[in-house]
């Protein structure tokens, strides 16, 4: 593990949330699949480097991974080195955008389901869809 991973690690990803969770890994590792990027949302290529998280949920005893992609821990890292404890603002940020991107995308999908009227998948698409909760 080189300095920027051991400095990324001991950053929280969660802004010191208090849920009742025990953890089990947090560590870098090589992906086989592909995963979402819990902080950017980006898309992580299989063989990819980044951070896995590892807890249990103690409410309801299920085992939960985050993944991280690697500009996300670089963020992390820096965050670290400058004494930011928390998560970087600018990585958010992303987020944020692309969240709303999503958002838009799915109420565009669901719109056009509405105006086909013909058996559309609108129940699927409902279930991201904040206007058709
Ligand atoms: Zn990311």
């Known amino acids: 593990m080189d300095i920027e991973e051991s400095a990324c690690l001991k950053v929280g990803p969660f802004g010191g949330e208090d849920a009742n969770v025990t953890l089990l890994h947090d560590r870098f590792l090589i992906t086989r699949k592909e995963h979402e990027c819990l902080t950017c949302l980006d898309t992580i290529l299989p063989r990819k480097r980044m951070r896995a998280r590892t807890e249990r949920d ?6 939960k991974t985050f993944y991280f992609c690697w500009p996300c821990c ?37 719109d056009e389901a509405l105006d086909a009227e013909a058996g559309a ?9 904040d206007p058709c909760y």
Request: glycine content about 2%; some cysteine.
């Open 121 to 129: 998948p609108v129940d699927d698409i409902s279930l991201h869809c």
């Open 58 to 63: 103690n409410d309801d005893n299920t085992l």
């Open 74 to 110: 670089e963020a992390m890292a820096a965050d670290w080195n400058n004494g930011n404890f928390d998560l970087s603002f600018d990585r958010a940020e992303i987020r944020v955008a692309r969240a709303r991107q999503r958002e838009d995308a799915w109420r565009r999908q669901c």
